[in-house]
């Protein structure tokens, strides 16, 4: 069965930074592109980044609102997926979601940006 | 960056009675490969997303059919032919043809009226 489970979520000053991770299991992790959406508190869905898988460059790309403060990388041997969250803006407050090719998703980690 | 817009943003159905969602893009979601990547999900209250349909018509293994979508071009329609409590949840269209960004509509919230 796949699964996916995100983690790192926390409260954070602005201006300050944050790791999450996705852990997947059940399939062959290094096969799957992954992808990072974040749903604002009683907002709609958003889209933040994509990783290739590594037959394809392993190379990200990301929204235009969080390009150059946001890094998205994988280590296929641990099975995770990591999204590096600097730079961290009041509006970057939402639920994360990774999701392997939209078909599954993970319950999703809450960060809260707040001083 | 492709637009979508869903409608209504609120839809209240009597239980047994069918329901239309439409998405429409600000342009044709038609792919160089002749496929058209537009998908819809439910999100049930508290629940992560959840996958039903994948390029416009494909029902997702484990999703009812009385769920089904159609369109093409830039007009999509997701249907659920009689709907059901467990049915109350946000809908959302998105498309992955003209990538990046990946672009969601605002959503549709089925209530039961």
């Known amino acids: 069965e796949v699964q996916l489970v995100e983690s790192g979520g926390a409260l954070v000053q602005p201006g300050r930074s944050l790791r999450l991770s996705c852990t997947g299991s059940g399939f062959t992790f290094g096969e799957s592109p992954m992808s990072w959406v974040r749903q604002a508190p009683g907002k709609g869905l958003e889209w933040v980044g994509f990783i290739r898988t590594e037959a394809y460059g392993g190379t990200p790309d990301y929204a235009a609102s969080v390009k150059g403060r946001f890094t998205i990388s994988r280590d296929d041997s641990k099975s995770i997926a990591y999204l590096q969250m600097d730079s961290l803006k009041i509006e970057d407050t939402a639920m994360y979601y990774c999701t392997k090719s939209w078909g599954h998703w993970g319950p999703g980690t809450l960060v809260t940006v707040s001083s | 960056d492709v637009m979508l817009t869903q409608s209504p943003l609120s839809l209240p159905v009597t239980l047994g009675q069918p329901a239309s969602f439409s998405c429409r893009s600000s342009q044709s979601l038609v792919h160089s490969d002749g496929n058209t990547y537009l998908t819809w999900f439910q999100q049930r209250p508290g629940q992560s997303p959840r996958r039903l349909i994948y390029k416009v018509s494909s029902r997702d293994s484990g999703v009812p059919d009385r769920f089904s979508g159609s369109g093409s071009g830039s007009d999509f329609t997701l249907k659920i032919s009689r709907v059901e409590a467990e049915d109350v949840a946000v809908y959302y269209c998105?498309?992955?043809?003209?990538?990046?960004?990946?672009?969601f509509g605002q959503g549709t919230r089925l209530e039961i009226k």
């Open positions: 998105m498309q992955g043809t003209h990538w990046p960004p990946i672009t």
